[in-house]
C-alpha cells in the first residue's frame, strides 16, 4: 500500500524558516518524481515544486521560487521542503503527492503538514 | 483568480447527474494537455478521480465520468450518493505559465 507521511509543520514567525518531510513507503521510491502541493485555509490547491526521480531536477511555482528548495534522500525513501523566508501567505497545508508522469496527474497524495506563518 | 475558472458550487439530489465544468485557454487544456480530477472529501488530502481526460483509477466507481473539448472539460457524476459531497478540483499544465494550474474547486451538495 502506498504511504506518504508528512511532517514537519507549525507555527513560524515571517522571515523564519521550516523543514518539511515526506516519508514515502509501499512503492519503490527511487522510480518516481514527486511533487508539493499546498492548500491556504479554506482556499483551492496550488502547486509548489516538483522533483525527479534522482533529484537532479526541480521546478518551482513563481511564487516560492528562490526561497523554497526541494530535495530528496532515495536512501531513506525520504522528501525534503526547505522553506525560508516565510509570508503570511505562505500559511497552507503542505501536501507531498507522488508523480508518475512528469507533471500530469498526482496519483497518492499523503495527509499534509500544516503551516502557519504569522507574528 | 484560478487559470482553469470552475463554478464555486453545484448540487443534486440523491440519484441525480451533475456536471462540473472547468475551463481553460489556448495555453493549457487548449494546448492539448491533458485534464484531471481530484476529489477532496472535507477534512482529508485529495484524492485523484480522473486522469487524462477520461480515465478512472482503479477502485472509482463508474458512476464517475470525465470529458475534454476545445479549451474546457467536464467532470460527470451520475446516481448522486450522500458520500459524493464533496470538494472536486480539476487540474492540467500550462505552458506559459511552466507550472501545474488547478480549477478554484467547486463544492457540491448533495441535497
Known amino acids: 500500500e502506498v504511504q506518504l507521511v508528512e511532517s514537519g509543520g507549525g507555527f513560524v514567525q515571517p522571515g523564519g524558516s521550516l523543514r518539511l518531510s515526506c516519508a514515502a513507503s509501499?512503492?519503490?521510491?527511487?522510480?518516481?518524481?514527486m511533487t508539493w502541493v499546498r492548500q491556504a485555509p479554506g482556499k483551492g490547491l496550488e502547486w509548489v515544486s516538483v522533483?525527479?526521480?534522482?533529484?537532479?531536477?526541480?521546478y518551482y511555482a513563481a511564487s516560492v521560487k528562490g526561497r523554497f528548495t526541494f530535495s530528496r534522500d532515495n536512501s531513506k525513501n525520504t522528501l525534503y521542503l526547505q522553506m525560508n523566508s516565510l509570508r503570511a501567505e505562505d500559511t497552507a497545508t503542505y501536501y507531498c503527492?507522488?508523480?508518475?508522469?512528469?507533471?500530469?496527474?498526482?496519483?497518492?497524495w499523503g495527509q499534509g503538514s500544516p503551516v502557519t506563518v504569522s507574528s | 483568480q484560478s487559470v482553469l475558472t470552475q463554478p464555486p458550487s453545484v448540487s443534486g439530489a440523491p440519484g441525480q447527474r451533475v456536471t462540473i465544468s472547468c475551463t481553460g485557454s489556448?495555453?493549457?487544456?487548449?494546448?492539448?494537455?491533458?485534464v484531471h480530477w481530484y476529489q477532496q472529501l472535507p477534512g482529508t488530502a485529495p484524492k485523484l478521480l480522473i486522469y487524462d481526460n477520461s480515465d478512472r483509477p482503479s477502485g472509482v466507481p463508474d458512476r464517475f465520468s470525465g470529458s475534454k473539448s476545445a479549451t474546457s472539460a467536464s467532470l460527470a457524476i451520475a446516481g448522486l450518493q450522500a458520500e459524493d459531497e464533496a470538494d472536486y478540483y480539476c487540474?492540467?499544465?500550462?505552458?506559459?505559465?511552466?507550472?501545474?494550474?488547478f480549477g478554484g474547486g467547486t463544492k457540491l451538495t448533495v441535497l
Open positions: 489556448s495555453s493549457n487544456i487548449g494546448a492539448g494537455y491533458d
Open positions: 522533483i525527479s526521480s534522482d533529484g537532479v531536477n526541480t
Open positions: 503527492a507522488r508523480d508518475p508522469r512528469w507533471l500530469q496527474n498526482f496519483d497518492y
Open positions: 509501499g512503492f519503490t521510491f527511487s522510480n518516481y518524481a
Open positions: 487540474q492540467s499544465y500550462d505552458r506559459s505559465l511552466s507550472a501545474v494550474v
